[in-house]
């Protein structure tokens, strides 16, 4: 069952606030759950090559 756009909206806000104003560790944590969404919604190879492509978090 997939993420409803409600659960999503839930999870990025609890990511935000908890984080303790990480910016990096929150942007992290956010990309993860996006994908996880856009793996639920069909996008898994899409996002295969993402999680290959090295990322930089200032």
């Known amino acids: 069952?997939?993420?409803t756009p409600e659960e999503f909206a839930a999870q990025m806000q609890k990511i935000r606030d908890t984080?303790?104003?990480d910016?990096?560790?929150a942007?992290?944590?956010m990309d993860n759950?996006?994908?996880k969404v856009?793996?639920?919604l069909?996008?898994?190879d899409g996002i295969a090559i993402f999680d290959k492509q090295e990322?930089?978090?200032a």
């Open 1 to 3: 069952m997939a993420t």
């Open 19 to 21: 984080v303790g104003g």
């Open 23 to 25: 910016e990096e560790v």
């Open 27 to 29: 942007h992290a944590d």
């Open 33 to 35: 759950l996006m994908a």
């Open 38 to 40: 856009l793996v639920e």
């Open 42 to 44: 069909g996008y898994r």
């Open 55 to 57: 990322k930089w978090y």
